[in-house]
């Protein structure tokens, strides 16, 4: 896998603690699971996870840590809930290196636009000490990119990508020109939830998680949404949460999906081979916006920023 052209990544949000995975996931997966799923993703080629401190109630990266973390590729964060000290990013970072047993990180991100500038200027120190492989922003609006591309730059160290809230019926940062400006100056754009939580997934199958309870009268809105995904699944031979993803792989961003299961991992690494026509992608666009669901999608974590003092 080359980590500057990846295909997919999988999300380990999901990971977690037999208390966590039932009360928050609906269903608790094995050590030994999670682990077979790591090796179809090797087998797949796209080792490549997303960590942060809080996944899996702060499990998940002890977890991957414990599994072990050669021969794979971790993208992992720093949260700045709070301004900016000096040492906060070195600090978090160390920890989160203890967790991995690595010496380094391939991919870190600065995980909401707090403080931009004091904060890159310390993951830029870590980067050139090795520390950290490449460069991300996630949940940046286009202007604190920009920014960030700039103080990047000074330092001639390239922006590597953009991680935000994307899916199917949650296209603002395509709207909003920010993609657009990904395209163009070569950042790659690393789509989170683009299952939207299970969301997206074959409405035909039942199954009951407590996550479903926050969405769950959306779901009437999406019902023409859902017979156009059944529909485009059959033309492909693909399921219906593919869609979703061949969606995105179609866009031309890189999808992020929470697995934890070895048949996720396979769904995932198929439905990035797949190309959807443009007349599918204008009807599922279109449908989607029709339903106009609000998913709390593109400014779901502003309200954590912190103005500039
Ligand atoms: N940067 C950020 O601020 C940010 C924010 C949120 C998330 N993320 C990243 O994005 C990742 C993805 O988000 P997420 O895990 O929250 O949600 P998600 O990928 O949208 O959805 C995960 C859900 O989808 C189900 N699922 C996964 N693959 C499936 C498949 N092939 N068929 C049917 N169902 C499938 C899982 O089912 P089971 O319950 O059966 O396993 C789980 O319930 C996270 O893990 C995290 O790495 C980043």
């Known amino acids: ?83 900016y000290k000096p040492g906060c990013v070195r600090k978090s970072l160390e920890k989160d290196l203890k967790d991995f047993k690595r010496e380094y990180v391939d991919i870190y991100w600065l995980h909401l636009p ?3 500038e004091e904060h890159l200027k310390e993951i830029i120190e870590l980067y050139k000490e090795g520390k950290i492989r490449h460069i991300g922003v996630s949940n940046f609006t286009l202007e604190e990119c920009k920014l960030s591309k700039r103080i990047l730059d000074a330092a001639g160290i390239p922006l590597y990508g953009v991680q935000n809230h994307y899916s199917i019926i949650c296209r603002d940062w395509e709207k909003n020109g920010l993609l657009a400006w990904c395209k163009e100056n070569g950042i790659l754009f690393w789509a ?55 969606f995105c792989a179609t866009k031309g961003v890189i999808p992020m999906c929470g697995c934890r299961k070895p048949y996720q991992v396979t769904d995932l690494a198929e439905a990035v081979k797949v190309r959807l026509t443009p007349g599918e992608m204008k009807r599922l666009e279109e449908v989607a916006d029709e339903a106009n669901v609000n998913i709390m999608g593109a400014d779901i974590f502003r309200a954590f920023v912190r103005k500039k003092k």
């Open 114 to 116: 707090t403080d931009v």
């Open 192 to 246: 989170w939830a683009v299952l939207e939580e299970g969301m997206l997934v074959d409405p035909r199958i039942k199954k009951k998680s407590p996550m479903k309870l926050t969405y769950r009268r959306k779901l009437k809105k999406l019902r023409k949404l859902y017979k156009i995904m059944i529909k485009v699944a059959e033309r492909h031979e693909i399921k219906v949460p593919q869609v979703a993803i061949s």
């Open 1 to 83: 896998m080359d980590i500057l052209n990846p295909t997919a990544v999988i999300g380990t949000n999901a990971w977690g603690g037999s208390l966590y995975g039932k009360a928050i996931r609906g269903s608790y997966v094995e050590d030994d699971i999670i682990l077979d799923a790591m090796r179809v993703a090797k087998e797949e080629d796209i080792p490549l996870y997303d960590l942060a401190r809080d996944y899996g109630l702060g499990k998940a990266q002890k977890m991957i840590g414990e599994f072990g973390t050669e021969d794979i590729f971790l993208s992992a964060k720093y949260t700045p809930f709070t301004h």
